[in-house]
């Protein structure tokens, strides 16, 4: 059983820099054709990508964010990361990391969320 678990502040000021991490278990985020991703949900609107991280570490963002955003990994944790810098209101959501099967390209497992806002 895969299981993903977000974690960080939940507060954040606007400006400064958003810093997630998800801690995997039941499988190797190095497993071949898996990818690691952040998905968020503002509030009143639907999922939104942010990134993901693949099993060879290459990174892929959504161009709207890309500038803002770096995800890495720590193999050994068997965890990864999330920063996404110079944070505003609108970037104030519930923030998923979730499994993306390569070989359906499609979202398998999901951690449970973590809520993040920005405010001063």
């Known amino acids: 059983q895969v299981q993903l678990q977000e974690s960080g502040p939940g507060l954040v000021k606007p400006s400064q820099t958003l810093s997630l991490t998800c801690t995997v278990s039941?499988?190797?985020?190095?497993?071949?054709?898996?990818?690691w991703a952040w998905v968020r949900q503002p509030p009143g609107k639907g999922l939104e990508w942010v990134g993901y991280?693949?099993?060879?570490?290459?990174?892929y963002y959504n161009p709207s964010l890309e500038s803002r955003t770096s995800i890495s990994r720590n193999t050994s944790n068997n965890q990864f990361h999330l920063q996404l810098t110079s944070v505003t209101p609108e970037d104030t959501a519930m923030y998923y990391c979730?499994?993306?099967?390569?070989?359906?390209?499609?979202?398998?497992?999901w951690g449970q969320g973590t809520q993040v806002t920005v405010s001063s």
């Open positions: 979730a499994r993306l099967d390569g070989s359906i390209w499609s979202f398998d497992y």
């Open positions: 039941g499988d190797s985020i190095a497993a071949l054709r898996f990818y």
């Open positions: 991280i693949s099993y060879l570490g290459n990174t």
